[in-house]
């Protein structure tokens, strides 16, 4: 756990001075310039408390109550407009601050006013650091939720510390110029429009575009690392050009179904280096997969390769076999697939992913895990070392793992709480009239007309329609049921979708440019929608 909570400090301390912490810092250098010595503590004690306060409580409480996520931000947008007021207008600030002299320790102090201005950075901080807090969290969910409020906590206080500097750097800077105390007034007026001009800027967004500048790779790379990845799984998947051994390979168990062979053991396939793809054909990671393995199936197959798709269902559809069998067909598997409907094989690799491959050598033992997408040129190096080949690699495909932040894959059925949902009170399990904001706020989604929302899946039925604000070049959504679906994107019209057949993921968009929009979609009735993910 030590470690956990250094890894979630060091990137907090990281995060603060990234460029979606510079709309907050002229703010924290502004404060901590005016008033007492001890205003800077105050104004970092009510950074603390407002960013860990509302991730960890007030978030939770407005996803129960269907409120939208933003309105945590708007209040501290609201907060800071007032701090400004109270700069630019003294006898406003006096009246304001009176009720908050009993947070001071001695009369005329203005700790509580410090506090409250710290308070609003918190809130207002929540868009950047709670992007990159999710990001080094979403591995530790196994570890309790105890766990995850520490280190909520310990990136809050990694965020504290270096604004603390620059707090206490603009009470020097202040302190040291005559200027500033000849002209108090003039100076306390110019911090005022500071802070509303950030305040505006903040309005329109300014942060959230900075905030998608540079920390989450780092932060993705020390979650990355082996010592931590030990912490999460008890596992290190170190990636490297060696090969390593994790011991024998766990057989083939609980699947239903084979697919383009008679059923396999791993006893029958000694003798040959075998690929073990756990892929599910409505993944869009998985698909971005396929032609890579099918170049290695059409180059090393002959040479000794065997690859087994272990298909392990994500939703129900998935492990009906006439949907897999059909779904293989028209994405063009030849390797053999095996149904995994109840997770048995899944569990026996304590597999977590879709992709993950485990490649597993002539005498059985698993001598490579990797989970997700990329990394495909080293996988074709350890399958030639594998097999013995010499020469270079034969395999010349681009790899199309997207690199940019987007929005994160979008649940539609109540079982998984209807995350980031933000439209009117949800009526799960019946048919109801929905209605859905002007505007959906970042990565939220909403719905409009008439829905019957199902554990999965939700069903159109008259005049429906859904509302999505996503970030991101490529939008897919998974689809079952007949029917027709419009598109459009900020009030743009694209190509209608024709629902049908087996259910399945659907492009919604793909454009070459990453889009942060708003996209409606209008259903038939009859037409289901299970998630939405993103490329």
């Known amino acids: 756990m030590a470690l956990l909570l250094g890894v979630a400090f060091l990137v907090g301390v990281i995060t603060a001075v990234s460029p979606c912490a510079f709309p907050v810092l002229p703010i924290v250098f502004a404060g901590g310039a005016s008033g007492g010595k001890r205003r800077p503590l105050a104004i970092i004690a009510g950074v603390v408390v407002g960013f860990t306060g509302s991730l960890l409580a007030v978030s939770w409480l407005l996803r129960q109550l269907h409120l939208p996520q933003d309105l945590l931000r708007n209040i501290s947008v609201a907060l800071l407009f007032v701090v400004a007021a109270t700069l630019l207008v003294p006898r406003l600030g006096q009246v304001l601050e009176r009720p908050l002299a009993r947070f001071s320790r001695r009369p005329g102090g203005d700790l509580g006013g410090g506090f409250v201005l710290g308070l609003a950075l918190g809130l207002v901080f929540v868009p950047c650091g709670g992007l990159i807090l999710a990001s080094i ?246 399958i030639r070392q594998l097999l013995g080949e010499s020469g270079p690699a034969k395999a010349e495909l681009a790899d199309m793992t997207p690199t940019e932040l987007t929005t994160p894959e979008t649940y539609l059925g109540y079982s998984h709480q209807l995350a980031d949902y933000v439209g009117s009170h949800p009526v799960p399990g019946h048919a109801a009239d929905y209605k859905a904001p002007r505007n959906v706020t970042q990565n939220g989604w909403a719905l409009s007309g008439r829905w019957r929302l199902g554990r999965e899946y939700t069903t159109a039925a008259r005049d429906a329609k859904l509302a999505l604000h996503f970030h991101a070049k490529a939008v897919y959504l998974v689809m079952g049921g007949r029917g027709r679906v419009g598109v459009s994107v900020d009030g743009h019209a694209l190509p209608t979708i024709a629902v049908k057949g087996i259910s399945r993921l659907y492009t919604v968009l793909s454009e070459p440019v990453l889009l942060d929009a708003q996209l409606r979609l209008s259903f038939t009735p009859g037409v289901s929608v299970y998630s939405f993910t993103f490329g």
């Not at 999460?232 to 084979?258: D, Q, V, Y």
């Not at 054909?281 to 396929?290: A, E, G, V």
């Not at 977590?352 to 990797?370: C, S, T």
Request: hydrophobic fraction near 40%.
């Open 137 to 382: 969290i979403t591995g530790a969910a196994s570890v309790g939720s105890g766990t995850r409020d520490a280190m909520a906590l310990a990136y809050a206080i990694g965020i504290a510390l270096p604004m603390l500097a620059v707090a206490y750097g603009g009470r020097r800077a202040a302190g040291g110029l005559q200027v500033f105390r000849a002209h108090a007034a003039q100076v306390r007026a110019g911090l005022g429009l500071v802070i509303a001009a950030t305040a505006l800027l903040i309005t329109f967004h300014v942060d959230r575009s900075l905030a998608n500048i540079g920390t989450l790779g780092l932060a993705d790379k020390i979650q990355n690392s082996c010592a931590v990845q030990k912490r999460l799984t008890g596992r290190c998947h170190h990636e490297s050009s060696k090969l390593a051994n994790f011991g024998p390979a766990p057989a083939f168990t609980g699947i239903s179904k084979w697919f383009n062979s008679k059923p396999l053991t791993l006893r029958q396939l000694r003798g040959k280096v075998v690929l073990v793809d756990f892929w599910t054909y409505s993944c869009i990671n998985c698909l971005r997969t396929l032609p890579h393995l099918k170049a290695w199936w059409k180059d090393y197959h002959r040479a000794g390769l065997e690859i087994v798709g272990v298909h392990t269902p994500e939703f129900g559809f998935e492990a009906v076999p006439h949907n897999v069998g059909s779904a293989s067909r028209q994405l063009g598997v030849t390797w053999p697939v095996a149904l995994d409907p109840k997770y048995k094989t899944w569990n026996a690799y304590q597999n977590q992913y879709w992709p993950a491959e485990y490649l597993i050598d002539k005498r059985g033992d698993i001598r490579n895990e990797h989970f997700g997408e990329g990394e495909y040129g080293r996988t074709e190096g350890l």
